[in-house]
């Protein structure tokens, strides 16, 4: 019993030992470093899909403020990062089948290419996300149906924001 315990505290000793020993900082870290100052939205709206292309800049608003812990800022001119956000891809498809044949289960996908703009530099990278989703008896994929899960998939692209920036901040 007492070989089990002390197994324990030294390989969790030489496991923090190992992580601080490494500097190890998680990607968040980095995206955070990359948004330190006044940060810009800009959308692009998708005309085919304008109430979601707003959608979306609301969202990237919220991850900027809540895990970037960045400052939004109303004008450009005071910006040190302008983020351009575009909603390129919109789709709905039907992805499984009752014995009937009619449509049981879809999935919203949704693409959206974010392009972040600093004094010296450019980085532009596509994020995808996707949401099934299905009905209630009913053949027809009403407007709030539709809207709610444009809307998951849309967040759930959004959130690989922040690995994308992470990743490219080492690419210098």
Known sequence: M?????????????????????SYKPSSYYAKKEFSNNVYVDLDINMEDPKNSVLIKDAMNKLILTRLNSKLVKTRAEADKVVYIKLTKVSIDEIQYDKAGRTKLF?????INVK???????????????????LDEKTIINDSKRFDAIKNASNKALEQVLSKLSLLSFKR
């Open 107 to 111: 999935r919203a996908n949704v693409k």
């Open 116 to 134: 972040v703009i600093s004094l010296n530099e450019v980085k532009s990278f596509d994020v995808e996300g996707r949401d099934d989703f299905s």
């Open 2 to 22: 007492k070989s089990i315990n002390l197994f324990k505290k030294v390989f969790l000793i030489l496991f923090v030992i190992l992580f601080v020993s490494c």
